[in-house]
C-alpha cells in the first residue's frame, strides 16, 4: 500500500516557514522536529491526523554542506514559504524506486530512521506532483508528535499536464485528484482549531479543472 505520508512546505529560513504557517493557520507550532546530518537541512513538524504530518523544511545555515545536491530541490529554492512536494510512505520502496524516482537512501534524525527515494540531482518529479517515496523503521515522527487540533481535510495535486502525471501515480499505487494549472503545484484544506484553513503552492493557489477522482478525503 501507497499512501500519503507527509506534505513538505519550504522556506528560505526555517524561522521564516515556522512563522508562516503559525499565521496562516493561526496555531502554535510545537518543538518538534530536528536536523538532517545527511542533507544539510533541518525542519519542524505539524501533526495532521491520521499518520499524516506537514513538514517545514529549509537548509540549516549551521550544517556543513552535504557534498551532494540536497533533497526537494532546496539549494535553488527562493521566494515565500510554500508547499513545494510531498512524500508517500509504501512497503515497496525497492520496487517503484526502480521506475527512476532515485537511489534509495538511507537518513536519519535523531532516534529516527528511515530509507527514501534520492534523486542524485536533488530534483523534484513533475514539478513536485509526483512524491519521493519512504518507508520508515521502527518509528513513525507521528507516534510522539503532538495534537494540536489540526486535520488535512482535502488535498489536490496541480499539473498543466494531468494526462501525463495520472499514469506515473498509478505506477506507483496512487491514485489522487489532478486539476488543470498552469503551474505544478499543491492545495491543501485544513481544519484547525481557528477553522478551516488552506496552504497552497505560490502557483498553485486557486484550483482548475478536475480531470481525475474526488479529491483525497483524510478521516
Not at 87 to 101: D, F, I, Q
Not at 132 to 143: F, K, M, Q, S, V
Request: charged share 20%.
Amino acid at each position: 500500500m501507497t499512501r500519503l505520508d507527509h506534505l513538505v512546505l519550504a522556506a528560505q529560513t526555517l524561522q521564516e516557514g515556522v512563522e508562516y504557517v503559525q499565521d496562516t493557520l493561526e496555531v502554535v507550532l510545537p518543538p518538534a522536529g530536528g536536523r538532517h546530518p545527511l542533507m544539510g537541512t533541518h525542519n519542524r513538524l505539524l501533526n495532521l491526523g491520521g499518520g499524516v504530518y506537514l513538514e517545514i523544511i529549509a537548509i540549516d545555515p549551521q550544517a556543513p554542506a552535504p557534498g551532494r545536491p540536497r533533497w526537494f530541490e532546496l539549494d535553488r529554492f527562493t521566494g515565500p514559504p510554500r508547499l513545494l512536494t510531498w512524500v508517500a510512505r509504501t512497503e515497496a520502496l525497492e520496487r517503484y524506486a526502480a521506475l527512476g524516482l532515485g537511489p534509495v537512501t538511507k537518513a536519519s534524525r535523531g532516534d529516527l530512521e528511515w530509507h527514501i527515494t534520492l534523486p542524485e540531482d536533488g530534483r523534484l518529479h513533475w514539478g513536485g506532483v509526483v512524491p519521493y517515496l519512504i518507508e520508515w523503521g521502527a518509528r513513525h515522527p507521528t507516534d510522539t508528535l503532538p495534537d494540536t487540533g489540526c486535520r488535512l481535510l482535502a488535498w489536490k495535486l496541480l499539473h498543466p499536464q494531468p494526462g501525463a502525471v495520472a499514469p506515473v501515480l498509478q505506477q506507483l499505487g496512487l491514485v489522487y485528484s489532478l486539476e488543470v494549472s498552469f503551474h505544478p503545484g499543491l492545495w491543501a484544506l485544513l481544519q484547525t482549531p481557528a477553522g478551516r484553513k488552506v496552504l497552497f503552492s505560490q502557483a498553485g493557489g486557486s484550483a482548475g479543472r478536475k480531470t481525475g477522482p474526488a479529491s483525497p478525503e483524510i478521516g
